[in-house]
């Protein structure tokens, strides 16, 4: 599948430099409150600034059969949809079509006019943040901007006329560098990794100790509504590596797959279906259509080597009662019950329940049986932090907010709770690493080791619910992840 081109758009920038920069195509300067601050109930206006002040910060154009300027189509139709409630990851302007991801600051677009490979074009650009990251640390306007070359050059590898190529950071940082280096012939060849079969490793690595660290990390998603009952859940699965391997070695991994063990006739013991499997591209897929065996040569260090999803009824693991009475015009009284819903030998870390409050909620009081509480008012919530939560184990949160005399006319939504945590060494599916072998020509001993870690998952269903004083709900979120209040 052919991507045209990939682009990187700012919109945080300083309003003041683009009269001044205006001649320069490559850069962009453009401040979006300014423009709605002009007329901000005015469409044709802000089309119009958009236009007018609108610069692409960096381009690559891979096959030239889209016309550099389709881009400034892109915002104006970006800001048309969000008004409208009607965002989505691909628009359309005749017939081009941006399909766009936005990080930090910045909306990496491509555009084609092709019927093109979407879930590619996605992945691609998903690779060139992780691969950016690597190199500049944080991705954002300023490290572009410093690092043009750099960034050339990396677009000039990781996709050639539309078609991704290198996508490995660690073989990128071989031979495109940050550093100034002297010509020298015996260091102007490009390194053979790039051109042999197993381009995600180089040759010639050496460890004293040889180790391989596998993490099974499954992050559960659970929506409940108002009355208490679970309307989805599945588990979403990733198994990771740090290898820390000499030479070449050939890796075999073993899991409790139940297609394996109807394959072999072993069907005893506990066994999981795994679906929507995505392995790395060191993965022999062949091998595993045929006998589901997962044989593979390791990248060098951290690496994803598969991600799955298991579809099954999960119970919240962490349950949350809570009431909220309302008195008008005068406070809020909240009353927040948290109960662990897995084994007692088990603990949950960094346990995390964010309550929402009305946005004039003010003078908050708390009391706790446990951890600490405290009010976020510009996300309008109360977090409630555990550190340790045993399996088993109860506890209560209550917190009192005063209400204005004034009652706000604006009608406000009605988020659900959220809860966050990690649970280590467990897993709700009860996927098991079998066996790890490890085959290297050398003959060397190596030790794998692996972990299990349990987290709370994300969806993006909103829960809705018709309730005036109070109401019940659990909402789960990946870990790190905020919500839009």
Request: charged share 25%.
């Amino acid at each position: 599948q052919k991507l045209v081109k990939a682009k990187m758009i700012s919109p945080n920038c300083l309003f003041c430099h683009i009269i001044r920069q205006r001649s320069q195509r490559h850069l962009i300067y453009y401040h979006i409150r300014e423009i709605k601050a002009a007329n901000p109930h005015n469409r044709e206006a802000r089309t119009y600034g958009i236009r007018n002040f609108f610069f692409v910060l960096i381009c690559r154009n891979y096959k030239g059969d889209v016309d550099m300027a389709e881009i400034d189509h892109f915002l104006p139709l970006l800001m048309q949809h969000e008004e409208e409630g009607l965002l989505c990851p691909v628009l359309s302007h005749g017939n081009v079509h941006f399909m766009w991801i936005k990080h930090s600051n910045l909306y990496l677009v491509a555009t084609t006019n092709k019927n093109s490979n979407a879930s590619l074009v996605y992945s691609f650009l998903y690779k060139l943040v992780e691969v950016f990251t690597e190199y500049f640390k944080e991705l954002e306007e300023e490290s572009i901007q410093d690092n043009f070359v750099v960034v050339y050059e990396l677009l000039d590898e990781l996709m050639d006329f539309g078609f991704p190529q290198t996508t490995d950071s660690k073989i990128l940082q071989e031979y495109i560098t940050q550093q100034g280096t002297k010509l020298e012939v015996a260091k102007s060849k490009v390194p053979t990794t790039v051109t042999n079969a197993v381009s995600w490793r180089s040759e010639g690595i050496k460890y004293k100790k040889n180790e391989v660290f596998i993490d099974v990390i499954e992050s559960i998603n659970v929506l409940v509504n108002a009355n208490g009952n679970v309307m989805s859940s599945d588990i979403v699965g990733s198994i990771k590596l740090k290898t820390m391997l000499s030479g070449m070695p050939e890796l075999r991994l073993g899991l409790n797959d139940r297609v394996l063990f109807a394959l072999t006739g072993r069907d005893k013991g506990k066994t999981v279906v795994m679906e929507d499997v995505k392995f790395h591209q060191c993965v022999r897929l062949s091998r595993f259509e045929s006998d589901r065996t997962i044989s593979f040569i390791p990248p060098d260090g951290e690496s994803e080597l598969m991600s799955y999803r298991i579809n099954t009824h999960v119970k919240p693991l962490i349950w949350i009662e809570s009431v909220i009475e309302k008195f008008s015009h005068s406070r809020v009284e909240i009353m927040v019950k948290a109960k662990g819903q897995f084994k007692k030998q088990s603990v949950a870390n960094n346990v995390e329940v964010r309550v929402p409050v009305p946005s004039d909620a003010d003078s908050p009081k708390f009391k706790t049986s446990t951890g600490t509480a405290k009010y976020v008012p510009e996300k309008n919530m109360v977090v409630w932090t555990i550190k340790s939560f045993p399996g088993g184990k109860e506890f209560l949160m209550r917190a009192h907010f005063g209400l204005p005399s004034v009652e706000n006319n604006e009608l406000e939504g009605k988020p659900p709770i959220t809860v966050k945590f990690e649970i280590p060494y467990f897993t709700v599916s009860g996927i098991q690493v079998r066996y790890m072998k490890i085959i290297e020509k050398s003959g060397y001993q190596a030790l794998p080791w692996v972990r299990y870690i349990t987290q709370s998952g994300g969806t993006l269903i909103r829960l809705q619910y018709n309730m005036t004083y109070c109401f019940r709900n659990v909402f789960y979120l990946s870990k790190g992840s905020d919500v839009e209040m």
